[in-house]
């Protein structure tokens, strides 16, 4: 199977800082991965990066995964988080993993 990874910083490409609590743009990222009818999990993490000019930046990010999504589908989404999180881009890795399920009887 195949996993992508979508990571969103929350910092607003404009102010450079985050405008709205984690738990909004939780619910937004929850939104979308149900109005395109895929399955996901999230995670949120601290980081930190350097600007083409220099500039560090530290913030919050949710990193959502999805496996087995059509890649064409992740770059959609990928494109409307960008837009509905105000990001200069986002990053998005996609690559082989090899999945299994346990299962024991209750």
């Known amino acids: 199977m195949i996993e992508t ?5 929350l910092n607003d490409a404009f102010t450079l800082r985050q405008e709205h609590e984690t738990a909004l743009y939780i619910d937004t990222l929850k939104n979308v991965c149900f109005q395109y ?3 996901f999990s999230f ?3 601290e980081g930190g990066y350097f600007h083409e000019d220099g500039r560090y930046t530290q913030e919050t990010s949710l990193v959502l995964s999805l496996v087995d999504v059509a890649e064409e589908t992740a770059r959609e989404i990928a494109k ?9 881009s986002v990053m ?4 082989a993993v ?3 399920f346990i299962s024991e009887k209750i």
């Open 37 to 39: 009818h895929v399955p």
């Open 43 to 45: 995670s949120v993490q």
């Open 98 to 100: 090899e999945v299994s």
């Open 80 to 88: 409307d988080l960008c837009v509905f999180f105000r990001q200069e």
């Open 5 to 9: 990874k979508i990571y969103v910083g």
């Open 92 to 95: 998005v890795t996609r690559g």
